[in-house]
Structures are given as C-alpha cells and as structure tokens.
C-alpha cells in the first residue's frame, strides 16, 4: 500500500504546484502533526483518499475543529486496507501552554492503555508527532523524543514509525533510520510517499 505521510509544513510542491502524477496509487494519506485543517482538507480533496491523523504541539485547534473527513487515531489501534496504525500524537511538555504536550509518564500510560488492542491486532505503523529518544530528535526539551515509542518499537516491531516535529530548519536533519526492533523511522517533514 502507497501512503502519502505529511507533517509541520504545507510543501509547495503539493500545495502551490499540486500534480496529480506526483501523488499517483497513493491510497492513505498519513498526517503527522502540525498541520492547518484547511490544508488537510485540500489534500484529501486533491489526492481524493482518505486521511488518518495525529495532532501535534500546535494543534490545539484540531481538538474543537477537525478537518472534516479525516480520521484521528489519537489513542486508537485503527486498521486501514488489512495494515493497523497505533497514534500517539503531541510532544514532550515544554511549557503551560498546549493541550498536546505530555511528560513522558503520560505517553507511556496512554501507550499502555492501547497494548490489549495492539496484541490483539498488531502494529504495522506507528504514528506520532515526536520521535523516538535517540532517534531523530534533538537535545532541545521541545524537540527531545519520547523513550516510550522505543518501548512501543521494542514491544510490536512495526514495520514503520512516521512522525514529524524536527524541521529542515533546525539544521540537517535525518529522514529515515533503523531502530534495533527493526523498525524504520521516517520523519515525514514536508511529506513523504513510502510504499508499506
């Protein structure tokens, strides 16, 4: 299955100069975090498929006003054309301000909370906004991972981990690695078209 992963910018690849071809078999597209509903909106309309998404730090507005169409798998073991995607949006608590921030305890309880579903079902994605510790992130409190999604990795050995959050411009920036469960990570900054 070809998913279109996007996350934290509108690409204007997609958005200003938006061809048809470039999105061609895409079947799922998978939002990441950090991204303006009306955007959203305007993928699902132009790739015309269906979304799934996690929120990110700075999207508190998608709490009272989803994209409309779009599913969100904050919380939940979703299944889509026979693959399952775990979510566990937001980023690590660095101030007061966000209602899609948590410490690193929370993420590990709302982890736990989805393990029946996730034995049950398996984990072919996961989903975030943050990375993993150690695995894309940087040394910064904003943009430190969560140690919880190496403990998720460890646990269900997806065949994928998608998250956003670490930016171009906070310097170079890995977009695919190898985490020991076997898992790839792939930072779908901009956006990203993987075959799963």
Known sequence: MKILAVADEEDKILYDHFK???????????????????????LMTMVNVPMIYV???????LID?????AVCIEDR???FNGKTFMGLGGSVRYNNTGRNMYSESEMR?????????????GVDVLVTHAPARGYGDLDDRPHKGFETFNMV??????EYMLHGHVHMN???????CDHPSGTKIVNAYGFQIIDI
């Open 20 to 42: 048809k071809e470039r999105v061609a078999g895409v079947e799922l597209i998978v939002a990441c975090g950090d991204l303006r509903a009306d955007y959203m909106d305007f």
């Open 55 to 61: 929120r990110g730090n700075h999207d508190d507005s």
């Open 109 to 121: 309880m709302r982890a736990l909370r989805m393990y029946p579903r996730a034995m049950l079902r």
């Open 153 to 158: 990795m460890d646990r269900f050995h997806p």
């Open 77 to 79: 073991v979703y299944k």
């Open 65 to 69: 006003k989803p994209p409309l169409g």
């Open 170 to 176: 906070y310097g170079r920036i890995k977009r695919t």
